[in-house]
């Protein structure tokens, strides 16, 4: 629920992006709204301007976060990460991720029932939850939307070194995801009531 109060999120917050302007939405103009605000303020005219250190420890993204909200305070730090980069890699995670979220949305919408429940439950067991891995590596990597993700990520007419670097963010995302989901999906096939019986004999050995 809350991976997918993200996507939520970033679709209200971030809709408007076009990679043909340099237009991004309601998070640049909250960008712009928060920037001034502080740069007007009376009680920091003094105060020299505030410096970001990244943190070197990339393997704790908690971390990091928790380090830099206390150099800035949380309020000036989102303009600071409000950037051309971080909103490429915020289209990036919602174009991969958006077979799952559409996945999920559907089975909230469509399973009110406990009948339903079950008959989702043996769709997944007959391999549904593969369904949405193959869209994902078709949107994504094989243009069967007309090819509007490398349209929107950019990946066709920048140069090559950001093509290049573009591409394999897009790769190890989808990747990472594929790990994921076809992980949990596989997991759900093998566990009551979704597996296939056991051998009579087993399962009255079981029962004894």
Same mark, same amino acid.
């Given at each position: 629920m809350?991976?997918?109060?993200?996507?939520?999120?970033?679709?209200?917050y971030h809709s408007c992006v076009d990679s043909s302007t340099e237009m991004h939405g309601q998070l640049w103009a909250l960008k712009m709204i928060l920037e001034h605000h502080f740069s007007l303020t009376?009680?920091?005219?003094?105060e020299p301007a505030a410096? #970001?250190?990244?943190?070197? *420890?990339?393997?704790?993204?908690?971390?990091?976060?928790? /380090? +830099?909200?206390?150099?800035?305070g949380q309020l000036r730090l989102a303009p600071m990460l409000i950037t051309e980069d971080n909103l490429w890699v915020l289209d990036l995670v919602m174009e991969v991720s958006g077979s799952s979220w559409f996945a999920y949305g559907t089975k909230a919408k469509t399973v009110k029932s406990p009948n339903d429940a079950i008959v989702d439950a043996?769709?997944?067991?007959?391999?549904?939850?593969?369904?949405?891995?193959?869209?994902? #590596?078709?949107?994504?990597? *094989?243009?069967?939307?007309?090819?509007?993700?490398?349209? /929107? +990520?950019?990946?066709?007419?920048?140069?090559?070194?950001?093509?290049?670097?573009?591409t394999t963010r897009l790769v190890d995302v989808v990747l990472l995801i594929i790990h994921h989901r076809a992980r949990s999906g596989a997991t759900m096939t093998s566990l009551f009531p979704h597996r296939q019986p056991i051998l009579?004999?087993?399962?009255?050995?079981?029962?004894?």
């Amino acid at each position: 629920m809350r991976w997918f109060s993200f996507n939520d999120s970033a679709k209200f917050y971030h809709s408007c992006v076009d990679s043909s302007t340099e237009m991004h939405g309601q998070l640049w103009a909250l960008k712009m709204i928060l920037e001034h605000h502080f740069s007007l303020t009376k009680d920091d005219e003094d105060e020299p301007a505030a410096k #970001v250190e990244l943190p070197t *420890n990339e393997n704790e993204p908690k971390e990091e976060l928790r /380090k +830099l909200k206390a150099q800035t305070g949380q309020l000036r730090l989102a303009p600071m990460l409000i950037t051309e980069d971080n909103l490429w890699v915020l289209d990036l995670v919602m174009e991969v991720s958006g077979s799952s979220w559409f996945a999920y949305g559907t089975k909230a919408k469509t399973v009110k029932s406990p009948n339903d429940a079950i008959v989702d439950a043996m769709k997944e067991q007959q391999g549904q939850w593969q369904t949405e891995l193959v869209d994902l #590596v078709a949107n994504c990597l *094989n243009g069967a939307n007309g090819r509007q993700t490398f349209i /929107k +990520l950019d990946l066709l007419n920048c140069n090559a070194a950001d093509a290049d670097y573009k591409t394999t963010r897009l790769v190890d995302v989808v990747l990472l995801i594929i790990h994921h989901r076809a992980r949990s999906g596989a997991t759900m096939t093998s566990l009551f009531p979704h597996r296939q019986p056991i051998l009579p004999s087993l399962n009255k050995t079981l029962r004894h």
